[in-house]
């Protein structure tokens, strides 16, 4: 009997069978893509890098070396002369130190707040089944077209009507109270929830649990990435918001960073390194939260296309 010497399909390992093999035209196509997103990367870099450098230098040291490549390199390498220009910012504003503390304050009550109330309404529009439920999905998806910009001004004079414009801390009160509900992230837990499946609650109904308990017990344990995607979306607003909050706090102490930003950026005399200090500051929250949760935030954007 003749024995066949070919190796059976199912025995070639999948990473064999797939292996294009390796020409020239596909090395000069990967060598092509990599310089062309070398190139993006500086791109988008560079201005982040000379800011970053711009903040060890002399105010007359920037505008000496616009026109050199020496701009983005340090003036000098004495490490200890770098910070200059920060020591220098935190002595010329006395509440530049309490403006990162009140960003760090606002962002982590609005993120506690939003990942609470809306998670909850997602998860009631997505389950419960009350009169009226269905208008108020499409009035939430309506709601997320309508620009943040348009609902300022009227917020600002319903705020007024309520007395929460009195005092400083009313203020704050009324600076966080609008912030903490979003009909996108309500959107994005509903459509996060009704994809769960059912009977996980029904099985924790069996057991006598009721809906908050079940909520909090069971559903929100698995639902940890969007919760994950809704609170760096959330932190990142938060910290990047300037309009309202300028519009809420007139009083620099009570102002977060970046609007206290605009305070540095008009301070008399100017001082371009100061400037620069205090952007670089500012910029290192979201540099981090973008270099160690870059998975999160592309699944929240891709979420929110597919969905």
């Not at 319903?158 to 979003?182: E, F, H, K």
Request: charged share 10%.
């Amino acid at each position: 009997m003749e024995h066949s010497t070919t190796m059976p399909q199912a025995d070639i390992p999948a990473a064999k069978k797939h292996k294009r093999p390796l020409t020239a035209a596909r090395i000069v196509l990967s060598v092509c893509k990599w310089l062309g997103l070398t190139v993006l990367c500086v791109l988008f870099l560079f201005p982040i890098w000379w800011m970053v450098i711009s903040s060890f230098k002399p105010q007359t040291v920037i505008y000496e070396q616009l026109d050199s490549f020496m701009t983005f390199l340090p003036s000098t390498w004495n490490i200890g002369e770098w910070f200059d220009s920060y020591i220098n910012l935190f002595n010329s504003f006395e509440y530049f130190g309490t403006a990162i503390g009140n960003s760090v304050l606002y962002c982590a009550v609005t993120v506690a707040g939003v990942l609470l109330v809306n998670s909850l309404a997602g998860y009631a529009l997505a389950r419960l089944e009350f009169p009226g439920s269905r208008f108020i999905s499409t009035l939430i998806i309506l709601l997320i077209i309508v620009p943040v910009e348009t609902s300022i001004v009227p917020q600002y004079v319903i705020l007024s009507q309520l007395g929460l414009l009195a005092s400083p801390a009313s203020r704050v009160v009324g600076y966080l109270l609008p912030s903490i509900v979003s009909a996108f992230y309500i959107f994005m837990f509903r459509q996060y929830f009704m994809g769960m499946p059912r009977e996980l609650e029904e099985a924790a109904e069996i057991d006598g649990a009721g809906k908050l308990k079940t909520f909090f017990v069971i559903m929100m344990p698995l639902a940890k990435a969007i919760f994950a995607t809704v609170a760096i979306f959330t932190f990142m607003g938060a910290w990047n918001e300037y309009v309202f909050a300028d519009l809420m706090f007139p009083q620099a102490r009570q102002k977060p960073l970046q609007a206290f930003l605009q305070l540095v950026n008009t301070y008399n005399p100017k001082d371009l390194s100061m400037v620069m200090a205090a952007l670089t500051v500012s910029t290192i929250p979201i540099a981090i939260v973008y270099i160690f949760c870059q998975r999160y935030i592309v699944e929240g954007v891709s979420f929110s296309g597919l969905k």
